[in-house]
C-alpha cells in the first residue's frame, strides 16, 4: 500500500498510445511487485479487454454508468491489498465514478493511473475528462507525435462517415482510425474547423 497515494490522469488524441502506455504502466508496476486491478470503459473491443492498436491486451474489468468503483476497487483490495488502478477509456467515467476513484486513492491508498480521451468530435471536453482535470493530483497531455495529415500536431478528434466530419450526433459511437462505416482522425485545429480530412 502506498503512502501519498495519487490519481494521474493522462490524455491525448486518438492514436497517441494510450492503451499501449496504460498496459506498459500496468506491466512496469507489476514488476516492481505491486498488485494492480485493470478496468476500462467501452473499449474498442467491446469485451472486458483493454486493447491497443498496435496488437497489446490484457483482461480487464467492464465497468458500465452503474459501476461503483470505489465498491468494487474496495473489495478487490480487501482480497489482494491493491497498490494501483488502472483505468483505461477513462473520458468514459461519470463525473460521480471520477470523485469514486478519488476516493480510492484518499481512502485506500491506492494509486490511480487513468487514460483518456480529452475532448469529444465536437472538440467539447468529455464529462468525465474534464472532472479528471478538475481533480486529478497531475494532468498529463501524452508526448507521443500524432500528425495531421498536413504534418501539424493533430489534436482534435474528427469523425468521419462516409468522407466527411461529422459534427452532431451520439457523443459514444465506437470506431476505429482505420476503416468501417465511422472512422475517427486526429486533426489540427485548422483542418478540424475546415473539415478537410486530406490535400
Not at 501519498?4 to 507489476?30: D, H, R, V, W
Request: contains cysteine; glycine residues 10%; hydrophobic residues 40%.
Amino acid at each position: 500500500m502506498a503512502e501519498g497515494a495519487e490519481l494521474i490522469f493522462y490524455y491525448g488524441p486518438m492514436g497517441a498510445g494510450k492503451s499501449t502506455f496504460a498496459l506498459q504502466t500496468q506491466f512496469n508496476q507489476q514488476q516492481q511487485g505491486r498488485v494492480g486491478m485493470l478496468v476500462t470503459k467501452q473499449d474498442r473491443s467491446g469485451g472486458a479487454l483493454v486493447t491497443s492498436r498496435i496488437g497489446l491486451e490484457a483482461e480487464a474489468n467492464l465497468l458500465d454508468d452503474d459501476t461503483d468503483l470505489y465498491t468494487l476497487v474496495s473489495k478487490r483490495h480487501e482480497e489482494c491489498a491493491l497498490d494501483f488502478v488502472i483505468c483505461d477509456e477513462a473520458q468514459f467515467l461519470t463525473p460521480l465514478q471520477v470523485e469514486q476513484l478519488a476516493r480510492v486513492v484518499d481512502a485506500q491508498s491506492v494509486d490511480v493511473f487513468a487514460f483518456g480521451l480529452l475532448t469529444d468530435f465536437r472538440s467539447t471536453l468529455f464529462p468525465g475528462a474534464a472532472r479528471l482535470v478538475e481533480i486529478a493530483d497531475e494532468v498529463h497531455r501524452m508526448q507521443s507525435i500524432v500528425l495531421c495529415w498536413c504534418g501539424r500536431p493533430g489534436f482534435l478528434n474528427a469523425r468521419i462517415v462516409d468522407g466527411l466530419v461529422i459534427r452532431s450526433g451520439e457523443v459514444v459511437a465506437i470506431g476505429d482510425t482505420q476503416a468501417g462505416p465511422v472512422m475517427y482522425r486526429a486533426l489540427c485545429r485548422k483542418h478540424y474547423v475546415e473539415g478537410r480530412t486530406e490535400r
